[in-house]
Each structure stands twice: as structure tokens, then as C-alpha cells.
């Protein structure tokens, strides 16, 4: 078993936007671009050309439906690591590779440690974690570690790829244990939400929820437009005209 | 406690870093490619670009399994087959271009329009369409007529410009947004990035859709409309607007042609034709004097009412009077309309004040003088802050044109375009229709070995401009700017090859074809596309179209129809340029283009497209190609694109010309390209601040385009409402005129070409019964996925490897379908086998299903029981590229009358469970086409980055 470290105060994480993700999977494969080739082994794929190919990823998005009839609505759901406060991932792994790291609280697995047993995926009630189906070992998000702390990038590349590709801007990176950051305040305004908070796990990455929709209309009937002419009447457009000419 | 590892949070990503413009769609965003050695470590979206500021999509960041693709064609290619069955041998480019040559040299000898030249998505149409008038032949076009011409030209005949390339929202400003049948695909960062914007400011979104998906989803209202019906919504929504008042008078006489005097002479040869002077000027009633004057005269206040008797019998009246006549009808209500569209009346009214409200009671002022071209001089810019984005889901339908018109109307009538906060246009546009060039192509410009007179493509002002013989027969093969679609600015690549093999109006000699996959997901009616393109002819054994000739990269589908094939580079080996003679991708307040460069060089024995067919020019001696000596002229398409010179000045690339301290005109300069990659790969010039509203009609903005080189002269112009050439072609039906319609099509351009946007049932609807085929069926395409090319990316076929179809909740019940079973689903023209998915956030009439994803069982290098061959399908099977027969003997183009856009989405099909016991795999299922010579099976596990990340542990222990 692993133990946890005592809780950061740094506390790296995204928010993500549901009410503004489109489910275009542009985070989900710029991830994989940038990971594939960064922290770890490749994030392989197996019968890349053939039936049934299956990769490792590090971030996927799910579209559903939630409601149903004329309440249906489509989301999309934007998944991944969420660098849980209390983990349960880490302390399930026998070998220690499995690790969250005591100065940010990015969770990480150490390679070099992993069995590939897979308690780890067991343990994480979100399905965050993918074993590599050629490398045999765990991937999970690292939150870009590679990126986000990496001085040979640009200060405004230092973020996860996925917040840096996001067209419409629906995912955000910062400091959600200091109460002042961007991503704080956004979660305070919005009602950043914890995914299953009923799992204890104390998530780091919020999710900002769906406006409601805004009919402007309720059933009962149209706005009333300021009517200027009466429908019956059909000089009262031309007359409407006349007015609107003569104010020119 | 474990100690934790101590990991390199810092290694570098890049040797270097190559800015070029990416290809993985139509969007053209700018990229930054990360080479470690001469591997591609990573892509991602240029910042400074002025499309994509940063951002990549899907598609974007899949680029380097594009690249690397199995499917990518080696070797030029000779056919040793039979053709459809994939065999050939590889061949040398000498050998290649010498038969491509012997092909086309006696045909450009003795009849140049035997060649039918057509490109697909082809992002170099400056050249591609040069080279076909160069030839000599009119027969050339690029996928426009079965993408969105119906867009594109419903635009340019009403406003100068359209969506996308030719105009967006302005983001910042506007308050409220409105989508109509918006295909994902397309614009897709810029529209995904304004949404966030939208969303920062809590900005409203309307989305008119038969499908609840992407941006649907996100929208604040939803509006499932019956597919086919948005004209009908929005004349309907124009009603309401008129109704109550709520449109901009002010900008309706100022810059439309609302107040223009339009004859009204039922029978004779001027009726529905603007009253002019002898100047040719349209003329209004002056409101003070009550007497005409000029439209162009500044200064006075036009009348929307009221009656002018003429001399020589008649009478003229304001279009407005028209326009209210004909829009204020009880069949328009929102109660009548509310049947066909399936919007119930209240939510049309809401809707209507909506749109009022965001127009009039939050109007936006900017404090910034302007001149117009009246000589009237502004001293604020008035905004009218709603915008609106269309695509092919309202213009891939028989009326497709005609809606497109009338949202561009609704635009209009609120005072949005070109107005703070509204629809902005993109420099070079806006340009109207009759600034463009028209067609060349007529039968007298058809000359052996003669260049045409003229670009092949433009726009036409009345049948004058027909491309057509004594007796209206088309002059081109697709039957383009002829009776049936006489204002098909794009073409009708959906016909070429039903034509051409019923030799209607005639046989090509060559079919030439680019980045096309007419063999499969590009055409209507797939299964006898295939048969058309093997069809041989009984008396001399010879195929009906006796020679083809394709350029693609990988191994298509259409490949193993060709005889020929000319392998193209993938996109980051090429160059390009993504110019304003071409499709821009300028911004509403700057002009931009782009280049690409090769960021890597081919490990195969293919060429760019575009190089290989300056070669190929060279070797035919057409002119503009080929020196006086008769050697090539350019040595390839970079060379090309620095060099070449349309008039003096004016090149493809409008940035760094002269001494690279020119924009817009100047010399050739040989250090073009060096300077385009130093800055990023695209070049900008932003528009002067008093520019950048109402440039239809704003000096600054004319101006500043002449010294660009858009126009040699300022080219102001008045919004066609009502539109002059869609009545000069009605009046020809009626009878009027020397150029006249034959008999058969004369009741349909009596009942279409409407000079007020009008709304008609879709053909296929209108011909087919209810009751046999009661469902509408669509496609739309994912975010994920561009045409054929995503599925055979190894990362984007994991997201969408198959496609069910989606069906209502209603439908699922009344068929007893669930999700995971299968059904079939029938149209008047096929029967298809598919599985099926459930979703509530669909029009509850309609089924649809993602495009493009299904694949023809061994193209593109996947196993043949790859899930794109077994359970990914084309609706295209069940759309003929022919109506239903109407007993006449006619072939009757499934297409919008006007424009000839290709109505995939007028199709209305039935559904059935399919039996329990049916193997459960797509029907049709081809049978599999063989790889082509030289192409290898992929390895099935794929670890890619493998030698980046060795090579960076040898270099870290080293």
C-alpha cells in the first residue's frame, strides 16, 4: 500500500465548463498527441487498422442524453483524472507507483514501478485510468506535468494541452487551493460542482454546470411586441412606414 | 512513505519548429509543428493565425496519423485491371505524365470540353481553375455544387458575400446568435471559439437544427425544425417583424434596394424589372418632391410607397411594396407555416421578438465617422446586434437557394449586416454578384486549342449569360449555367459522371479528377456511380468514359476506378497557398493568407498536385505555363505561387510582394515564401478603423480595397432584396426574350425563380408519397471527422469508427426499435440495412446519421472487418442524383433549379425492423477492393512517440 502525502496547499487542477463544451474532442486528442510522445510510455493503440482498435487515453469525452421528451438535452461530458484530495488510487497500489505528488497534488503513476495490476482502475470510482494495452502499465492524466512546469515552453504554453487546444474555451487550469485564483473565483460564480461527491474522494477538478435553458417565452404565448399598426388593419403597416419615413 | 520520483518537468518538445497551415479540413487554421529529428513530436494551433488564434480541433491534432497514414499512395499508378477491382502497377512520373499528356493532348486538339476537369475539396481552385481555361475546357469545378453553392450564391446575389470565408459574427458585440442548420465541420474553430465568447458574456444562441448535436447542445433554445421548411420559418419570422414594426427603415432605404421602382407590367417583356433613367440607374421616389430621382442621389429620403404610372403602359412601385404584398400574406402567418415547419406559432413570435429586442432595444453606437458612397458623411456607426451563421443544412435542399436568400433578407430587415454587433463581411468581400466575372464557356468560346476567354466559374446576370447553344442545350457536361441550374456558380460535380456516361448532353473523352471520392461517399446513388464509372460501351467494348485520371494521397475508394493515378503529398509536404483569389481566410477587421511549406519531405515518389499539373500544362504547351521555347515556365508550385501574376501586381500570395514591404499589390518577390514562414506561415493587414463597418458602402473600406487589389475602381453597391436576375429568368419562362427555356423547364423557373425570397416544397418531397416515405433523413458531419479522410486515422476511427442511425423516441416505439437493433430503411431510389440509435433531441420526423464514415470493405488500408466497412453506412445510397421520374422521359437533377446544389437533404425515406434472425452487418456490403500496388499492411499495434521518447532517455543519460 502507499501512503498519501499530507495535503498540499497547492492544489493543481482543471475546471471544466459544461455548459459551453461542444463534445468536438479536440482535448481529447491533442492529449493524446502530446502524451503520446511525452510522460511515460506511449499511449499505444491495438488494432489501430483493424476491428475493434483500442487505445490508451488519457481524457475522453462522453455524449448522453439526460432527460427525456422535450427535456432531453445533449451533454458532453468531458472525462478525466480529477487528482482527488483523497485519492483512493494511491493507497491501493502494492508498489508504490502509483503516487500523488506532495507539492501540487498531481496524481502520477511512476512507470518504472508499475506492475500493471490494475487495483488502481478498481479503486477509482471514475473510470479515469487506462492501461496501456502494449506497455501493460497505467496511464492517467498528469495534468501535462510536462507542460505546466516545463521552462523551455513559452509562459502562456505552461498549461495542459487540452485547456491550450479547447476551441470554445470550456476548460481551465490553476490553483484550486488558493481561494483568489481565476479558477476558484469561477467555480464560486458558476457553482463548480464535485463529480459524485459521495465518493469522499474530494476531487480537485470541478465541473461547472449547464445553464438552465433560457426560453425567453413561457407557454402561455409570444412576447408582446410593441405593436405599432393593428395586424387587422392593412393601413396601419403603411401608416407604421409613413411614421417611421417621416422620423428620418 | 515512498519517496516520491524525481521526473524532468521540463523536456524540450521541438528541435524546431515549422509554422505552416494545417489540411486536416476546409478550415485552413495555422498549425505549429513540433519536429524532434525528422520526427513530428507535436501540433498544435498557432496564436497568432488569425483563423484558429491558438486553438486546434480534433481533427487538427490527429494530424500526424494523417500523415503517416498506411493508406498514402507510394508511386504513380497504371491501371492493369479491370477497373473497380484496385489492380495496378506502379509506374515512373515520366512514364505517368507522358500518358496523362497523350491523353490530353488530342482532346484539347480537336474538342477541349471532351476533358471534364473537377476538383474536390481543393484548396488551390485559383489554379486548378486557371488551368482548365488554359485548356480550353468550361468543364471544370471543385465540390462547391454538392457542398453549399446554394449558400455561397444565395449570398452573393443578396448581399455580396455569404458565411464563413465570406463573413462571421462580430463576437464581441453582438447579442444574440442565431444557427441555422450549421454543419459542424465547417468554420469550426472560429464558430467553436465565438461561442465561447458568447458564453463569457452570457450572450444568447438560437439553433434552428433537425439535430440536436454539438452546438445545439450548448444553445440556450433548440429548435427541431422539419428539414426542408426553414424558408418557410423565415418568411414567417419576417411577418412577424413587418407586422409589428420591428425592422430598420432607416438602413432598409439606404443600403438595400427596398425603395427601388420595380415595373408592374403583367404580360410584357419589363414587368417585375427595375424602372432605370437613361443612365441605367435604378430609380426611387423621391418622398419631398414625389417624383423619381436616381437611387444613387444622397440626400433624399426614398419612398416605400406609392405608384408611378408610366408612359409606355404599366406602372412602377417600390420593391418594398412588393416585398410587404407578398410577405404580410395569411399563408405565411406563423400559424400557417407552423404544420410544414413543425415551430409551433408562439415560438415564431417569440423568436421574432427576440430577434427585435436584441435589434432595437439594445442597438449599439460607436462613435466613429464614416463616409459613405452617396457622399453623405456619419459621425457615429449604428449597430443592430444580431448575427446569424448558416450551412448546408439549409442550402443542401431544392429551395436551398431561395431560403438562403431570404435569411440574408431577415439580416437585412433588422439592419444587421455589416453593422456593429451584426454579420460582418471578410475582406476581399463583400462583392456582389455583378463584379464577379461571368462564366466563360459558351459554345463560340470552345475552340481546339484555345484558351477560354474567361474563368470557367462566375456569376451570370440574366440569361444573356447562359452557357448555352442556339437551341439552350448546356454547353457543359454537368449542365451547369444551362436552363436546368442557370445560376450554378460552383458547378455540378454531382452530375459529371452521370452525364458523362449517358452521354447527356454529351460523352467526356477524360475525366480528370482531384481529392474526389466520387466512388463512394462524394456522390448520390453510390452503387451506380461504381457502375457508371466501369460501365462499358456493348458495340466497341471501350468503358463508357474512356479514360480517368485521379490525383489523390491515399488509397480512396475511388482510386480503384481510375486508370491513372497522380499520389499527391499529405499536407505538411507540400506547398500551398491559401489565397484571395481563392477561398480567404481573412477576418472582418484584417486580410489574411497563408501558405503551406514542406514541414517534411515524402519518403515516397509523390508530387503535389498542383506542381504536377503545371508540369503537365508545360508538357501541352498551355499558355501561361510555358515559355516561348515551349519549356515549363514555373518549376513547381512554389514557383508558381511567388511568380505567377494574374494582372500586373496581383499575385496569389498578397502579402510580402515587392521588396516584402509591399501588401495587396506589387512586384513578384523571390524572397516571398522565406517571409511568409519567418512570420508564422500567413501574412495580415488589418483594415483602418473607419473601414471596418458598412464596407459595402463605406470610402474608407472601397478605398483601402483598391489599394489591396480587390477592385482597380471603388465598387459600392445596394443589397438585392429584390433580386432583377431572378426575374429576368422568370420573365424568359414566361415567354419574353431571345434566349428562351425549353418547354419542359419553364412551369418550375415560373414557380422558383421568384424575385422575392419565396418558400417550395422540396422536389423530392413534393414527388414522392407522404404515406410510402413519411420520414425525412439527414446527415451531419461530427466535429470529429472531415469527409473520408478521418476514418482511417487510427485516433479519430476510436471516436467514430460506425455510425447508427438516429431515430426519435417516437419513431423507436411506433417501429419497435431499440437501441443496438437493426433496420432498414427505404427511399424511392434504395434499401439500406443499419443499426440504429435512440435519441430524444431529434425532430421527431426525421432520422439521421454521421457522414462520411463508413468505408468500402479494403480502401484505405483498413482490415477488411474493420467497423467502418461493417457497421458504418452511407445514406448516399438511397439519393439519386435524379428525381423520381416523372413519366416525361427526363432526366431531372435531384438539385436546387437555380444553383444545381446537389438536395441530399430533401430525401425522405421509410423505416422497418429488420428480422432477428438477419446477420447483423450494413447492406449494401461491397465486396472488398484490392490495396494498390506498393501499399503494405500496417502493423496492428501502434506506438507512436516510441522514438521521440528513446531518443530523448539517450539523450538525457548521453
Known amino acids: 500500500m502507499t501512503d498519501m502525502p499530507p495535503p498540499s496547499d497547492v492544489k493543481l487542477g482543471l475546471v471544466i465548463d459544461l455548459d459551453i463544451c461542444v463534445g468536438c474532442q479536440a482535448c481529447v486528442v491533442n492529449c493524446k498527441e502530446w502524451n503520446t510522445a511525452g510522460y511515460g510510455a506511449p499511449l499505444a493503440d491495438v488494432n489501430a487498422y483493424g476491428n475493434n482498435p483500442v487505445g490508451s487515453w488519457l481524457n475522453r469525452v462522453h455524449t448522453f442524453e439526460a432527460g427525456q421528451g422535450k427535456d432531453a438535452r445533449v451533454v458532453h461530458f468531458p472525462k478525466s483524472c480529477l487528482h482527488c484530495e483523497d485519492a483512493p488510487c494511491v493507497p491501493v497500489c502494492p508498489t508504490g507507483a502509483s503516487y500523488k505528488r506532495a507539492e501540487d497534488g498531481i496524481v502520477l503513476v511512476n512507470e518504472d514501478w508499475c506492475i500493471g495490476c490494475g487495483l488502481c482502475a478498481w479503486a477509482c470510482p471514475y473510470g479515469a485510468r487506462e492501461m496501456d494495452p502494449a506497455e501493460g502499465v497505467m496511464k492517467k492524466c498528469t495534468l501535462c506535468v510536462d507542460r505546466i512546469l516545463n521552462d523551455t515552453l513559452a509562459e502562456e504554453d505552461q498549461i495542459p494541452a487540452c485547456v491550450r487546444t479547447c476551441p470554445t474555451s470550456a476548460r481551465h487550469f490553476g490553483d484550486l487551493g488558493d481561494p483568489n485564483s481565476d479558477v476558484s473565483k469561477l467555480v464560486a460564480e458558476r457553482g463548480g460542482f464535485d463529480l459524485m461527491p459521495e465518493q469522499d474522494t474530494k476531487p480537485v477538478n470541478k465541473y461547472l454546470p449547464p445553464r438552465p435553458r433560457q426560453q425567453a417565452m413561457d407557454d402561455d404565448g409570444p412576447v408582446d411586441l410593441v405593436a405599432l399598426a393593428a395586424k387587422d388593419e392593412p393601413s396601419g403597416f403603411w401608416k407604421w412606414v409613413d411614421q417611421a419615413l417621416d422620423r428620418i | ?958
Request: net charge negative; glycine share 8%.
Open chain 2, 1 to 958: 512513505m515512498s519517496k516520491q520520483p524525481q521526473i524532468n518537468t521540463s523536456p524540450s518538445s521541438a528541435d524546431r519548429i515549422a509554422k505552416t497551415t494545417c489540411y486536416m479540413c476546409a478550415c485552413r487554421c495555422g498549425i505549429n509543428v513540433h519536429m524532434k529529428g525528422d520526427d513530428i513530436r507535436y501540433i498544435e494551433g498557432n496564436r497568432d493565425h488569425p483563423v484558429n488564434q491558438g486553438v486546434l480541433c480534433a481533427k487538427g491534432s490527429a494530424g500526424i496519423m494523417q500523415h503517416l497514414s498506411p493508406a498514402r499512395l507510394r508511386a504513380p499508378l497504371k491501371r492493369v485491371g479491370p477497373r473497380g477491382s484496385g489492380e495496378f502497377e506502379e509506374i515512373s512520373w515520366e512514364d505517368a505524365l507522358t500518358m496523362a499528356t497523350d491523353w490530353l493532348a488530342p482532346v484539347r486538339a480537336k474538342d477541349p470540353k471532351k476533358l471534364a476537369f473537377f476538383t474536390g475539396r481543393d484548396q488551390s481552385q485559383a489554379l486548378t481553375g486557371w488551368w482548365a481555361q488554359q485548356f480550353g475546357t468550361p468543364n471544370f469545378a471543385a465540390h462547391g455544387g454538392f457542398c453549399s453553392v446554394n449558400m455561397a450564391a444565395g449570398g452573393i446575389y443578396t448581399i455580396g458575400g455569404a458565411f464563413w470565408e465570406f463573413g462571421s459574427p462580430d463576437w464581441e458585440r453582438t447579442e444574440l446568435f442565431v444557427l441555422f442548420g450549421v454543419a459542424e465541420d465547417h468554420d469550426s474553430n472560429p464558430i467553436k471559439i465565438g461561442l465561447g465568447k458568447l458564453k463569457e458574456r452570457g450572450v444568447r444562441t438560437i439553433s434552428v437544427n433537425p439535430v440536436q448535436t454539438g452546438y445545439s447542445a450548448v444553445a440556450d433554445d433548440w429548435i427541431g425544425i422539419t428539414p426542408g421548411s426553414d424558408g418557410l420559418l423565415i418568411l414567417s419570422l419576417i411577418q412577424v417583424l413587418m407586422e409589428s414594426g420591428k425592422i430598420d427603415v432607416d438602413y432598409l432605404i439606404r443600403y438595400t434596394n427596398a425603395p427601388w421602382l420595380v415595373i408592374r407590367n403583367p404580360g410584357q417583356a419589363n414587368d417585375g424589372l427595375f424602372l432605370r433613367d437613361k443612365d441605367d440607374t435604378p430609380l426611387v421616389i423621391d418622398r419631398k418632391t414625389g417624383k423619381t430621382a436616381k437611387s444613387s442621389k444622397g440626400g433624399i429620403t426614398p419612398e416605400l410607397k406609392g405608384e408611378i404610372k408610366l408612359k409606355d403602359g404599366g406602372v412602377a412601385v417600390p420593391a418594398f411594396t412588393l416585398m410587404a404584398e407578398q410577405w404580410m400574406t395569411p399563408e405565411l402567418s406563423p400559424e400557417a407555416t407552423e404544420a410544414e415547419t413543425g415551430v409551433p406559432a408562439a415560438r415564431v413570435r417569440q423568436m421574432a421578438a427576440e430577434l427585435a429586442e436584441a435589434a432595437f432595444e439594445k442597438t449599439i453606437v460607436l462613435d466613429r465617422p464614416w463616409t459613405d458612397w452617396k457622399g453623405e458623411k456619419h459621425d457615429k456607426m449604428i449597430g443592430r446586434p444580431v448575427s446569424m451563421h448558416a450551412m448546408r443544412g439549409i442550402s443542401a435542399h431544392s429551395n436551398g437557394f431561395q431560403t438562403c436568400r431570404a435569411l440574408h433578407v431577415l439580416q437585412l430587415m433588422l439592419g444587421s449586416v455589416e453593422t456593429p454587433g451584426g454579420f460582418r463581411f471578410k475582406p476581399p468581400y463583400p462583392k456582389p454578384a455583378e463584379i464577379h466575372p461571368r462564366p466563360a464557356g459558351r459554345p463560340d468560346q470552345i475552340k481546339p486549342n484555345t484558351p477560354l476567354p474567361g474563368a470557367p466559374l462566375g456569376y451570370l446576370m440574366g440569361p444573356e449569360d447562359l452557357l448555352v447553344d442556339e437551341h439552350g442545350n448546356p454547353s457543359r457536361i454537368d449542365k451547369a449555367y444551362s436552363w436546368d441550374a442557370p445560376m450554378s456558380a460552383h458547378g455540378l460535380m454531382h452530375m459529371v459522371i452521370s452525364n458523362a456516361y449517358a452521354g447527356d448532353p454529351y460523352p467526356a473523352d477524360v475525366l480528370f479528377m482531384y481529392m474526389a471520392n466520387m466512388a463512394w461517399n462524394s456522390s448520390m446513388n453510390t452503387r451506380g456511380v461504381m457502375e457508371m464509372l466501369t460501365a462499358k460501351d456493348e458495340e466497341t467494348g471501350e468503358y463508357k468514359i474512356p479514360k480517368i485520371i485521379y490525383s489523390d494521397a491515399y488509397s480512396s475508394e475511388m482510386v480503384a476506378f481510375a486508370d491513372l493515378i497522380l499520389p499527391d503529398t499529405t499536407y505538411l509536404e507540400r506547398h500551398d497557398c491559401i489565397s484571395l483569389l481563392d477561398r480567404p481566410i481573412c477576418e472582418a477587421e484584417a486580410v489574411a493568407d497563408a501558405i503551406r511549406w514542406p514541414v517534411v519531405e515524402p519518403d515516397r515518389d509523390v508530387r503535389g498536385f498542383q506542381s504536377v499539373l503545371l508540369d503537365l500544362g508545360a508538357r501541352l504547351g498551355l499558355p501561361g505555363m510555358t515559355n516561348d521555347d515551349g519549356t515549363a515556365k514555373f518549376k513547381d508550385y512554389a514557383d508558381y505561387i511567388v511568380n505567377h501574376q494574374r494582372k500586373p501586381g496581383i499575385g496569389p500570395l498578397a502579402g510580402f510582394r515587392g521588396k516584402g514591404d509591399l501588401s495587396g499589390r506589387g512586384d513578384p518577390n523571390p524572397n516571398q515564401l522565406e517571409q511568409y514562414i519567418e512570420n508564422g506561415g500567413f501574412w495580415i493587414n488589418h483594415l483602418p478603423e473607419d473601414a471596418q463597418f458598412y464596407k459595402f458602402a463605406n470610402m474608407a473600406y472601397q478605398n483601402f480595397a483598391v489599394e489591396m487589389g480587390f477592385f482597380d475602381k471603388p465598387e459600392p453597391y445596394t443589397f438585392q432584396i429584390y433580386s432583377e436576375v431572378l426575374q429576368k429568368f422568370k420573365l424568359a419562362a414566361e415567354g419574353h426574350g431571345n434566349t428562351q427555356p425549353p418547354e419542359h423547364l419553364r412551369d418550375q423557373i415560373k414557380t422558383c425563380f421568384t424575385p422575392l425570397p419565396s418558400w417550395y416544397k422540396p422536389f423530392e418531397d413534393a414527388l414522392t408519397d407522404d404515406a410510402e416515405y413519411p420520414i425525412h433523413a439527414l446527415t451531419q458531419r461530427p466535429m470529429a471527422m472531415y469527409h473520408s479522410w478521418g476514418s482511417q486515422n487510427p485516433w479519430l476511427r476510436q471516436i467514430h469508427g460506425h455510425n447508427p442511425l438516429f431515430i426519435s423516441g417516437e419513431l423507436a416505439a411506433k417501429h419497435d426499435l431499440a437501441d443496438g437493433d437493426w433496420a432498414w430503411v427505404t427511399s424511392h431510389h434504395g434499401r439500406i440495412r443499419v443499426p440504429v440509435a435512440v435519441m430524444e433531441g431529434v425532430n421527431p420526423n426525421t432520422v439521421w446519421t454521421w457522414n462520411a464514415i463508413g468505408k468500402r470493405r479494403g480502401a484505405w488500408q483498413l482490415d477488411e472487418d474493420a467497423p467502418e466497412a461493417r457497421k458504418g453506412f452511407l445514406l448516399n445510397h438511397l439519393i439519386h442524383e435524379l428525381l423520381p421520374p416523372k413519366g416525361d422521359g427526363l432526366r431531372w437533377s435531384n438539385s436546387d433549379p437555380i444553383t444545381g446544389q446537389a438536395a441530399w437533404y430533401d430525401l425522405k425515406v421509410n423505416i422497418e425492423k429488420a428480422a432477428a434472425d438477419e446477420p447483423q452487418v450494413i447492406s449494401p456490403h461491397f465486396d472488398a477492393q484490392k490495396s494498390p500496388a506498393g501499399l503494405t499492411k500496417p502493423a496492428s499495434t501502434l506506438r507512436y512517440g516510441l522514438n521521440i521518447i528513446n531518443a530523448e532517455k539517450k539523450g538525457s543519460r548521453s
